[in-house]
């Protein structure tokens, strides 16, 4: 799967791994489910908080499941691109390692953005308290830029998190541009229909499960081009940084 720009070859492959993605997309996204049943503010911000990082955990299993074949594919098309569960062996646990450090460096921005008291938080803060945390920002987009490739620096290196951490940032050095406007078009489609929702129905509790669903359903669809994303930057980082060929990326995805 050669040539065109990045943008384009993440849209022909995720186009191309979609209808096998999507029904584990929906598995992956089921303990979603526990969100519309919140006890009280509390338990419904703890519940949150768990349901995202259940999906991030199932995300990057699906990841261990999926790059490999994307990667054999990229060498050879004669391979299928799609879900192999045996390219999960020995692959599955340095993924979940990247997930789950991914998900507890991005704990507080979390907590605050999932949190039913946001606007208490903002009080609390203060005024150079906000203007810090908003002055953090930053660098908080752009550490999660330069890790952007820990997953499937994990999967495919059956690298450790340091590691693959490691990898990810020598990966993504010079392509931050690249990496930033596709991200924002992959988020910006997620969020807007739920802002559509939030305008258009008002707010209130059955409108937050209707945002709650909407945003589920449209994570859930982007899934299979957010993958493809991880493979198309990962494979061609290391085409120019490690200078190897995709036959040799392909060997390293070999099934284990």
Request: hydrophobic share 55%.
């Amino acid at each position: 799967m050669q040539g065109g720009g990045t943008l384009g070859r993440v849209l022909a492959v995720g186009l191309r791994i979609a209808p096998r993605v999507w029904p584990y997309a929906v598995l992956a996204s089921a303990p979603g489910l526990v969100v519309l049943i919140p006890r009280d503010a509390v338990a419904s911000d703890l519940v949150r908080w768990l349901d995202y990082l259940m999906d991030r955990l199932a995300y990057a299993a699906l990841a261990a499941a999926l790059l490999p074949s994307l990667m054999r594919w990229f060498a050879d098309e004669r391979e299928p691109a799609t879900v192999r569960l045996r390219d999960m062996r020995r692959r599955v646990v340095p993924a979940l390692a990247a997930g789950l450090c991914i998900a507890l460096l991005a704990l507080p921005m979390n907590l605050f953005v999932f949190s039913s008291g946001t606007v208490s938080i903002m009080r609390e803060l203060g005024r150079w308290g906000l203007v810090l945390y908003i002055a953090a920002l930053p660098v908080v987009v752009w550490v999660s830029l330069r890790l952007t490739l820990m997953h499937a620096s994990a999967v495919v290196e059956r690298a450790n998190p340091w590691l693959a951490s490691r990898r990810s940032w020598a990966l993504t050095r010079g392509r931050l541009p690249t990496i930033l406007g596709i991200a924002f078009l992959l988020n910006l489609v997620t969020i807007v229909p739920g802002i559509v929702v939030i305008n258009t129905l008002g707010h209130g509790d059955l409108n937050s499960l209707l945002v709650t669903l909407t945003t589920g359903a449209i994570v859930v669809l982007l899934l299979p081009w957010k993958l493809a994303f991880w493979a198309v930057l990962y494979h061609d980082a290391r085409l120019l940084v490690d200078d190897v060929s995709s036959r040799r990326i392909a060997e390293d995805a070999a099934p284990l």
